[in-house]
């Protein structure tokens, strides 16, 4: 149960394909950016659109896989917590930044492939771990 405490799951397309690199260490991360959009009736009865942006972070094996087999306009569940974090700009003032650190994803899009192979259902995060 202590797993439940900062659980997240977004559904949406993504906005561009992930952009991976690799840090000093070694490790693969993937910045993912997803689109998630809701329509709801306004006071006025008018059916309004509301999009949101969120920015997803992807390590280790995950992040490699989802350069292979996430692109732009997938739609994706992604499974993560919030992480909040801060740095110092070039200019020295302090940004402030949430993100979703992604623990799994699964590719929602029927019948797409990348590099002609089928994509697969469910993708575990590093640990194993069933979504």
Request: charged share 25%; glycine share 6%.
């Amino acid at each position: 149960m202590n797993n439940l405490k900062n659980s997240v799951q977004l559904i949406g397309h993504l906005g561009a394909d992930p952009e991976v690199r690799k840090i000093d260490n070694g490790t693969s991360v993937a910045k993912i950016r997803l689109a998630t959009t809701e329509n709801y009736k306004a006071s006025n009865g008018e059916w309004k659109e509301e999009t949101q942006w969120h920015l997803i972070t992807a390590w280790d094996t995950l992040a490699e896989r989802a350069a292979k087999q996430l692109f732009k306009g997938s739609f994706v569940l992604i499974q993560g917590k919030l992480i909040n974090r801060s740095y110092e700009d070039a200019q020295g003032v302090k940004k402030y930044i949430t993100e979703v650190r992604a623990t799994s994803f699964l590719l929602l899009d029927k019948n797409k492939t990348t590099n002609d192979a089928p994509a697969p259902e469910v993708v575990k995060d590093a640990d194993g771990l069933p979504f």
